[in-house]
């Protein structure tokens, strides 16, 4: 087990290296999340009706992070894909190191990075006038559930970048999945307002529970709860999702890695 | 001797391709076994199930004297593997590649970055060492490959076609790279498209081809067997052509060639120096003088034609003045002169 982390741990560092050897790589992955939230806080915040006091502006911001974290499927994706294409899974593969520490150092270096970029996003909204109210311990449960999605996201990336083998037909699936995972949840809308079939969708949607839990936690207003569970409870509707996605995806990346790899 | 690398019935199959339909091979320890086989012979196949990262359907195998089904893990820990891409991470320097590998071995902090400058040195590195290895030429990328393989100083190196699409100082510098490490006591098998890459480096050839070893010895082995020896005699004018190829004729068993434009007549070389005797006797008699009586071994090239029914790679990796050819030249020569003696 302490083998698995150390190998996990060099080959996140890996990862770490290519950012301090290309620092704009990590200005693109900022860069958009911010201008989102500087966008949505501004320009189409002064158009929304949203519940509560806090106003638009407190209202996105879950719903931004929660976006971010979703694009982490992508972003593991794709260095998946580089990876298994220029023959590293090979070598990696071929040393006695324990298998899963590839899959294990790659997500763990793309959940620094979404942690980062959630960083530098919680300084703007705060900026730009978004507050935690919860206190402490509640805003970094928020976080925490948070990252656990981008985690979570960044496994099933590693599976979908397995399975796929190609970094275009990886930015085509995830555009084709991630558009309505994303706008079809009350991310950036509140679902008071939706036609009906629409709104059960929104609400049983994945990402609405966590974007709840993530509001409730960092007390800011989402609006009445339609009486739908994962509305009722998203904290526990989000941890419940979130686990079950790791616990199946996890095994499979790794049954993917170890043929993806052999198939070449 | 003791073998190094052995294996035994190994299939493998892709859907409704058998990809191996039964390979055996036997690697004695200290020696190159040179792979050969044209395009989806089931090279690659071979050699990623012989460095575990392939499950044979079929078949066993020990590889540096540990079983391939129940010793996976202690096979790794003794195998350097270069595969066919140059596998280096393009955004990390080289010596960072390198320390990459020695710290997943575990040779700790200290020991991963000697072993990283001790290699960076053997395989003339030194100079780009702290460069990303994205900004490497081919040549370099392909060294700094295989000194990653060999961070573990691992006794059995599997090099599959590791000079592909190389220029000719490359792949020189890279043979001799091989070389040192085959000195060193390393047991290297080798695929190779390139017959000169073979006859260069191999001390035995397997010929694979659509998943089964149809020949294996040799390089010197495959050229008598296969392809045999001609007695080929060149001459200055059509009409001595003609009356050459009549002396032939009468020396051997089978039809003479002839190729009018070199004026070159040749047939197999069926009974030693007798025929050869025989035909001298005969051009005399008729008073032709010929410009080239010679004895030629057939190329590898003419085995692996004879074999597979395809010519060997088209890039000529060594080109027309290759080491490979001088020696078959020199040898030539020797052989000529010897004859001349006679």
Known sequence: ?264 | METAISAEGLRKRYGDHQALDGIDLEVPAGTILGVLGPNGAGKTTTVRILATLLDPDEGRATVAGYDLATQAKLIRANVGLTGQYAAVDERLTGRENLQLIGTLLRLGRKGARARADELLEKFSLVDAADRMAKTYSGGMRRRLDLAASLVAAPPVLFLDEPTTGLDLTSRLALWEMIKEQVDAGVTVLLTTQYLEEADQLADRIAVIDKGVVIADGTPDELKREVGGERLEVSVASLADLTAATRVLADVSPQEPVVDRDSRTVSVPLAGGVNTIAAAATGLERLGIEPQDFAVRRSSLDDVFLALTGQRGADEDPAGPTGPAQQDDQAAQAEQQKEMQAA
């Open chain 1, 1 to 264: 087990m302490t083998e698995v982390l150390s190998d996990s741990f060099a080959l996140a560092g890996r990862q770490m290296r290519h950012i301090r050897r290309m620092p704009e790589q990590l200005l693109g992955i900022t860069v958009m999340p911010v201008a989102f939230v500087l966008v949505f806080g501004y320009l189409f915040g002064s158009a929304m009706q949203v519940p509560g006091q806090g106003g638009y502006k407190e209202y996105i911001m879950a719903g931004i992070f929660a976006q971010v974290m979703l694009a982490n499927l992508t972003t593991t994706a794709i260095g998946v894909v580089e990876d298994l294409n220029n023959g590293l899974v090979d070598r990696f593969r071929a040393l006695p190191i324990s298998r899963s520490s590839v899959l294990l150092g790659r997500t763990t270096a793309d959940l620094v990075l979404v942690g980062w970029t959630s960083a530098i996003m919680a300084v703007v909204g705060y900026l730009i006038g978004w507050r935690a109210h919860n206190g402490v311990l509640q805003t970094l449960a928020g976080f925490g559930l948070l990252l656990l999605m981008g985690f979570a996201m960044s496994w099933l990336g590693a599976l979908v970048g397995l399975s796929l083998r190609s970094p275009e037909a990886v930015s085509a699936l995830s555009g084709v999945v991630m558009m309505p995972l994303a706008f079809l949840s009350n991310a950036f809308v509140p679902p008071e307002g939706l036609p009906g079939w629409m709104r059960v969708v929104v609400e049983w949607n994945p990402v609405s529970a966590v974007v709840s839990a993530a509001r409730d936690l960092f007390g800011n207003e989402r609006g009445a709860s339609s009486g739908a569970f994962p509305s009722e409870h998203p904290v526990i509707a989000a941890l419940v999702v979130l686990l079950a996605l790791l616990a199946v995806v996890v095994p499979l990346a790794g049954r993917a890695y170890q043929r993806a790899a052999a198939r070449r």
